[in-house]
C-alpha cells in the first residue's frame, strides 16, 4: 500500500507516530479493524473514517459484491479479493449472497485526529506519560 498509495498511507501512518506507548498497530498503516460475519449491509457511508479503508473478503459464497454508488460499479469480491475505497466519501453495501461470508475491515477514525492535535487534552496533564 506505501507503494501504490503513498499520499493515503503517510496520511494514516501519522497516525501510528503518536500512538500511546509508542505501541504499533498490528494493522498499519490502519488503527482498527472490523470484522463482518454473514452481513449484507444497507447502503451507507461511514463518514467517521479517515482517508481510505480496506476490505479483505473471506467467502465461500455465490455473489456478495461490495457496491460502489458513486462510480456506478460493484466490485465482485472472491475469497481473498481485496479492495481500498474512500468510505467516508463513496455510498457503499454489499450485495446479498448464498453461503459464508465474512469480511475484514481496516480503517482508521478521524476521532483520532483530536488525539494528535491534544492528545484529548492530556498533554500537558504531569500523569500523562507518552
Known sequence: ?????????EILDAYLQVLPGKDYSPFAPFL??????NVATKAH????????????????????????????????????????????EITHFNLHYTGLRASIVLHSDK????????????QNNIYFIN
Open 45 to 88: 457511508r461511514d463518514s467517521m473514517d479517515k482517508s481510505i479503508c480496506l476490505v479483505l473478503t473471506l467467502s465461500k459464497a455465490q455473489g456478495g459484491g461490495i457496491a460502489l454508488h458513486e462510480p456506478g460499479i460493484v466490485v465482485d469480491m472472491e475469497n481473498g479479493d481485496i479492495v481500498i475505497f474512500r468510505s467516508s
Open 32 to 37: 482498527s479493524i472490523a470484522i463482518n460475519i
Open 1 to 9: 500500500m506505501k507503494r501504490l498509495l503513498p499520499n493515503e498511507f
Open 111 to 122: 476521532g483520532f485526529d483530536r488525539w494528535v492535535a491534544s492528545k484529548n487534552n492530556w
